[in-house]
């Protein structure tokens, strides 16, 4: 079976421009969430979403916004990107959108923002 | 934020035992998960501990004082391959708040 697929695998980008992060969850989960992971620190929360609906949003700026679609993959935006943007992105999917989640990541895409 | 608390990093033998603590504010406390992070890799889940005690999974062990704020993952015959960052990961709500993770280097 598919684990969760992640796409670009990396990606550079200059200062201010905007970038799109896609994430497919496995074959039946309905939640996707998503990560922000700077080297060297554990994974920060950003979104939550459950049948399209946003469950939960970390302490990030408006800048990032997220999305689901009716087949249950995810995308990510950014807006304006700013040097410390530049991190691995990961994207988890979990069966449903309850309180106990094992989540299972994908690979991330890598973002530099130069 | 939740004041997630764990060691930057460990050092020990291959076939040798290691405890891995975690600290973390109780409050909306909903239960906690571990994670294993190998290098450039995605984290993968270990465990995970809603009531107080100890779950046991081969090698692998958790544990949970939810009054205390507190656990511990305990590594037993250490090998190579368990050289990674292990991530604690509270539950609040129903959203995870990752600690900043430990590394764990196993040396020969």
């Known amino acids: 079976d598919a684990g969760v697929t992640q796409s670009p695998t990396h990606l550079i980008k200059t200062r201010g421009q905007h970038v799109t992060l896609r994430c497919s969850p496995i074959s039946g989960h309905k939640s996707v969430s998503w990560y922000q992971q700077v080297l060297g620190q554990g994974p920060q929360f950003i979104f939550q979403y459950y049948e399209k609906e946003e469950r939960g949003r970390g302490n990030f700026p408006d800048r990032f916004s997220a999305r689901q679609f009716p087949n249950y993959s995810s995308e990510l935006n950014v807006n304006a990107l700013l040097l410390g943007d530049s991190a691995l992105y990961l994207c988890?999917?979990?069966?449903?959108?309850?309180?106990?989640?094992?989540?299972?990541f994908g690979p991330g895409t890598r973002l530099t923002v130069l | 934020g939740q004041n997630i608390d764990q060691p930057t990093e460990m050092t020990a033998t291959e076939g040798a035992i290691v405890q891995i603590n975690c600290t973390y504010q109780?409050?909306?406390?909903?239960?906690l998960f571990w994670y294993q992070q190998h290098a450039g890799e995605a984290p993968t889940f270990l465990s995970y501990n809603v009531l107080d005690g100890l779950e046991e999974k081969g090698r692998f062990s958790s544990f949970l004082s939810r009054s205390k704020g507190y656990s511990y993952l305990l590594l037993k015959e250490l090998q190579m391959k368990d050289s990674a960052s292990y991530l604690c990961a509270p539950l609040y709500g129903q959203n995870f708040v990752f600690g900043p993770g430990t590394r764990l280097s196993v040396l020969p």
């Open positions: 109780t409050s909306g406390f909903n239960g």
């Open positions: 988890a999917s979990s069966p449903t959108g309850g309180s106990y989640n094992e989540q299972f």
